[in-house]
C-alpha cells in the first residue's frame, strides 16, 4: 500500500472508484445505464479439502463484486501450483469448486491463467455490472447511520488452530460455511433497501474495514462488541492465543485508531482484529431501516446478520464499547 501511495492515481471522467479509499473493487462506466466493477484476488490453501478450497477463493473473490452493489458476470479463474508436487486430481477438485461457486453467483468461467508457483494458489479475476447511480462504496457512511454485519467473526483464528491441529471439528465446519456462503443475498438486500455504504471484511478484519469505512466517509464509527457474531468456539481458541500473524499486524495498527472501553478485554478486540478470508458485508444505513434489514436478512438465509454499531460525526476514529 505504501508503495501504491507513491504512484500517481489514474484520472479519467468514467472512472468512478479507484484505489484512493481503498475500496473493494474498481468501478468503470461503459455508459449512463452501465458500469464494469473489475476485482481480483488469490489465496492459499484456507481449508484441508481442496473442494472446498475452490470454493471459498471463488466466494473471496465475488463478495468484492456483491460489496459495491454490483451483480458477478464473469470470472477468470488464476491458479498456481508447484508441478510435480500438487496430484492432477487435486487440482480438479480446487477448479470444480471455483466453477460450481462461479455457477452458484450466476456468473460464468470465461478462461484463466495457469503458473508454476512453490506453493498452491488459486484465485478469481471478476468483472461486474452495477447501475453508475447504484454504486455502494465504503467511502458514503453518514452519522446517525446504523452499522450491520452480516456474517461472523473467527475465521482466521479457526484456519490457523487448524494448520496446528488444534481446531475443533465443530469449529472447522463452521469456518467452512461461512466461508463458502456466498454475500449474494445480503447484497441483493442492501440494493433493494438502499444503503450509505458497505465493504466486505477480510484481511484487515473487522475494524481495519471499519477504519477504512471511517476515514473515507469522514466519520467516526462505534462497535458495540457485545452485539458482533463470532463464531463460538473462535472464543476458546482466543484465549489460548492462536491468533494467525495478519491478526496481530492488524490488532497493531487499529489500537492507534480505537479507543477500547475498558471492558473490552483483549482476546475480544483481537477477535475484532481477526484477519477474515470471505467474510460477511459491513453495512452502514440509515438507523430507522436496520431493524427491518436485519429482519429481511434472516427471512433470506443470512441468519447471523446483526446490527452491532452506529456512525458518528467526525473526525475519523473508531470507538469500541460493550
Same mark, same amino acid.
Given at each position: 500500500?505504501?508503495?501504491l ?12 472508484v ?21 476485482t ?16 471459498i ?14 451483480t458477478?458476470?464473469a ?11 500438487v ?18 453467483a450466476?456468473?460464468?468461467v ?6 508454476k508457483?512453490?506453493?498452491l ?17 465504503n ?6 447511520d446504523a ?6 467473526? @473467527?475465521?482466521? #483464528?479457526?484456519?490457523? /488452530?487448524? *494448520? =496446528?491441529n488444534?481446531?475443533?471439528? %465443530?469449529?472447522? +465446519? ?27 471484511i477480510?484481511?484487515?478484519?473487522l475494524?481495519?474495514?471499519a477504519w477504512?469505512?471511517?476515514?473515507g ?17 473462535a472464543?476458546?481458541?482466543a ?11 492488524n490488532?497493531e ?11 473490552v478485554?483483549?482476546e475480544?478486540?483481537?477477535l475484532?482484529?481477526d484477519?477474515?478470508?470471505?467474510? @460477511?458485508?459491513? #453495512?452502514?444505513?440509515? /438507523?430507522? *431501516? =436496520?431493524?427491518?434489514?436485519?429482519? %429481511?436478512?434472516? +427471512? ?7 446490527a452491532?454499531g ?13
Amino acid at each position: 500500500m505504501q508503495v501504491l501511495q507513491q504512484l500517481p492515481a489514474f484520472r479519467h471522467p468514467d472512472l468512478l472508484v479507484g484505489g484512493e479509499t481503498s475500496d473493494d473493487a474498481g468501478v468503470y462506466r461503459l455508459d449512463n445505464e452501465r458500469a464494469l466493477v473489475l476485482t481480483v484476488d488469490v489465496l492459499t490453501p484456507i481449508a484441508d479439502d481442496p473442494y472446498v478450497f475452490g470454493q471459498i477463493a471463488a466466494a473471496n473473490s465475488l463478495s468484492d463484486v456483491y460489496a459495491m452493489g454490483g451483480t458477478p458476470l464473469a470470472a477468470l479463474c488464476i491458479l498456481g501450483y508447484p508441478v510435480g508436487e500438487v496430484s492432477n486430481d487435486t487440482v480438479r477438485k480446487v477448479l470444480a469448486g471455483v466453477w460450481d461457486k462461479v455457477r452458484e453467483a450466476g456468473a460464468v468461467v470465461a478462461g484463466g491463467h495457469t503458473t508454476k508457483d512453490v506453493e498452491l494458489k488459486c484465485g478469481l479475476a471478476v468483472t461486474g455490472l452495477v447501475h453508475p447511480d447504484r454504486v455502494v462504496t465504503n467511502a458514503g457512511a453518514r452519522p446517525g447511520d446504523a452499522l450491520v454485519l452480516t456474517k461472523p467473526l @473467527g475465521i482466521g #483464528i479457526i484456519t490457523t /488452530a487448524l *494448520r =496446528a491441529n488444534l481446531a475443533p471439528a %465443530r469449529a472447522i +465446519e463452521q469456518a467452512n460455511r461461512v466461508m463458502c456462503e456466498l454475500n449474494r443475498a445480503g447484497a441483493t438486500a442492501m440494493t433493494d433497501v438502499g444503503v450509505s455504504s458497505a465493504t466486505d471484511i477480510t484481511g484487515f478484519g473487522l475494524l481495519g474495514h471499519a477504519w477504512e469505512m471511517a476515514s473515507g466517509s469522514g466519520v467516526a464509527i462505534e462497535i458495540r462488541a457485545d452485539q458482533v457474531p463470532v463464531i463460538p468456539e473462535a472464543f476458546d481458541l482466543a484465549r489460548q492465543d492462536l491468533f494467525p500473524g495478519g491478526s496481530v499486524k492488524n490488532h497493531e495498527f487499529i489500537k492507534t485508531k480505537t479507543d477500547f472501553a475498558p471492558s473490552v478485554p483483549e482476546e475480544l478486540q483481537m477477535l475484532l482484529c481477526d484477519a477474515q478470508t470471505s467474510g @460477511g458485508l459491513l #453495512i452502514s444505513l440509515s /438507523a430507522d *431501516r =436496520a431493524a427491518g434489514f436485519c429482519g %429481511r436478512l434472516h +427471512e433470506v438465509g443470512v441468519a447471523q446478520a446483526a446490527a452491532i454499531g452506529r456512525v458518528l460525526p467526525g473526525p475519523a476514529r473508531i470507538r469500541v464499547v460493550r
